[in-house]
């Protein structure tokens, strides 16, 4: 069985992915290239906002806050469809504002057009909803290892204790980082992406056939699709 996770990176998405227990990472330049190499996967799991709320009012950030404490501030808020799907980002901040009362942060706004890609992807492909889950790499991080992060992904601290959680899971993953250097320059693909991915299809193989979501059950939204973030229970 595969299980594959995913990052959005500056070079399109970064995707590390378990087969057999062989491991292996690659990169694609827009989602619908990587759904056509991994749709065999068992499960994909993606950091990004996937169900979309007209009002922007989503549970499942709410409840990841509650479970990452000192790293609630990874967390960004998921603007709402109108505004995923707006044509500048002062239309998207007004759109959002009349929805939900709010306007958008830097954060979400830097992640909008990703979304809105892989909003239209679920349109496309409504097949892929069976596979493809929402996840976030911090609760994967906090549940794999001994809770919340202690420090930013970016920093040196932050850096080795997330190296030491994924050395125990995935045989090389020096190589790997290697691997995906050799292709592209931090500037296009950073290691905390690959960082990202890695954990993510960690957490898929971990929770084969039984990941659970917050809110659980999970919420959808007004096209049908999942609004929930989805996550493994690690044994201890």
Request: with cysteine.
């Amino acid at each position: 069985m595969k299980f594959v996770g995913v990052d959005g990176c500056k070079a399109g998405w970064c995707a590390a992915w378990v087969a057999d227990g062989r491991w292996d990472v690659g990169v694609y330049p827009a989602f619908a290239d990587l759904w056509g190499a991994h749709r065999d996967a068992a499960s994909v799991l993606v950091d990004i906002p996937i169900g979309l709320a007209d009002d922007a009012n989503r549970k499942a950030e709410r409840l990841m806050r509650e479970r990452l404490g000192p790293r609630r501030s990874s967390v960004f808020n998921t603007p709402a469809r109108a505004a995923v799907h707006a044509g500048s980002k002062a239309e998207a901040k007004a759109i959002n504002r009349k929805a939900s009362g709010k306007s958008l942060s830097e954060q979400s706004l830097g992640i909008m057009k990703k979304v809105a890609e892989v909003d239209l992807f679920f349109a496309g492909h409504p097949e892929a909803v069976e596979k493809v889950f929402e996840s976030h790499p911090e609760l994967c991080f906090a549940l794999a290892g001994e809770g919340p992060m202690r420090y930013p992904k970016r920093d040196t601290p932050g850096v080795v204790e997330r190296y030491e959680i994924l050395t125990r899971f995935v045989p090389d993953v020096r190589g790997l980082l290697d691997r995906v250097r050799w292709m592209y320059s931090a500037s296009r693909v950073a290691g905390d992406d690959v960082f990202d991915a890695l954990i993510l299809a960690v957490t898929g193989r971990q929770g084969a056939g039984r990941l659970r979501s917050l809110p659980e059950p999970v919420e959808r939204d007004a096209t049908g699709l999942p609004m929930g973030i989805w996550y493994a229970e690690f044994d201890k």
